[in-house]
């Protein structure tokens, strides 16, 4: 058993690794379609006979990258991250929903427990602390750059 890439038209992973997931074939385990990863889908099988059977069927799906994967080249697309990775206290960012959305602000704490970020608003008078998802922010401006 082993992991292969499977090769797809541009823009059509996702419909490839819906319609090999579809197909009731014993011998295909797993399909992984990571957003990061363009024009390839990651399939877990026994072998690629069972895969090279499915081509036929399969619109989109152009041919197998010779070789076999093992969990280790995969593994970094199977863990989530966190949406406030890549920001840094002291950046510039614009909230991007909720009920300040489309004020600036700049980052005053990240917790990464949480993937809260408090920030604190420009246009404000009085300076207010505001904590939000790390998914409602999007960074304008980094010092870090």
């Known amino acids: 058993m082993g992991i292969y890439a ?10 490839v690794a819906d319609m090999i997931a579809s197909k009731e074939a014993d011998e295909i385990h797993a399909v992984l379609s990571p957003d990061s990863l363009t024009s390839y889908v990651m399939v877990e099988a026994d072998g690629t006979a069972a895969l090279e059977r499915l081509f036929d069927e399969i619109p989109h799906a152009r041919s197998i990258v010779p070789g076999e994967s093992g969990i280790a080249e995969v593994e970094h697309f199977l863990s989530p991250t966190p949406d406030v990775e890549g920001i840094a206290e002291g950046d510039i960012v614009e909230l991007i929903a909720g009920p300040f959305q489309g004020e600036k602000a700049r980052v005053q704490r990240i917790d990464e427990g949480k993937d809260q970020v408090t920030v604190e608003l420009y246009e404000a008078t009085v300076p207010i602390p505001v904590t939000v998802r790390g998914d409602q922010i999007r960074v304008l401006d980094s010092e870090e750059r």
């Open 6 to 15: 499977v090769k797809t038209t541009a823009r059509q992973e996702q419909t």
